[in-house]
């Protein structure tokens, strides 16, 4: 399994820029996926949480009501749709993905309830 982030940048505070992530590799997955976000000498953080089906989502309190989690239709994509971004958003955004082959109806918060994560993409919000 893979998973292929992208869309990262640098912009400024009040601007808004999409994340999207692409899982390959495994035709029977059924897994809910998230974002985190992590900043040199910090701890990875959870951001956001969506589950299988794309109907269930969970949100950071520090991004509740400016970032959106989505899911495509496919369900091998999600996206992280970030609005309004300030300073402290500045990270590097890492997909994670559970390996689950039943539907994976829950959202996880935790970085341990993942199996697999991409590469990371840096945002970087200017002031």
């Known amino acids: 399994v893979q998973l292929q982030a992208s869309g990262g940048g640098l912009v400024q505070a009040g601007a808004s820029l999409r994340l999207s992530c692409v899982r390959s590799?495994?035709?029977?997955?059924?897994?809910?996926m998230g974002w985190f976000r992590q900043t040199p000498g910090k701890e990875r953080e959870f951001v956001a949480a969506?589950?299988?089906?794309?109907?269930?989502?969970s949100f950071a309190d520090s991004v509740k009501d400016r970032f959106t989690i989505s899911r495509g239709n496919a369900k091998a994509t999600i996206y992280l749709d970030m609005n309004n971004l300030k300073p402290e958003d500045t990270a590097t955004y890492y997909c994670?993905?559970?390996?689950?082959?039943?539907?994976?109806?829950?959202?996880?918060?935790?970085?341990?309830?993942?199996?697999?994560w991409g590469q990371g993409t840096q945002v970087t919000v200017s002031s």
């Open positions: 590799g495994s035709s029977f997955s059924r897994s809910a």
């Open positions: 994670a993905a559970r390996n689950s082959i039943l539907s994976d109806d829950d959202v996880y918060t935790r970085a341990s309830d993942y199996r697999f």
């Open positions: 969506i589950n299988w089906r794309g109907v269930r989502t």
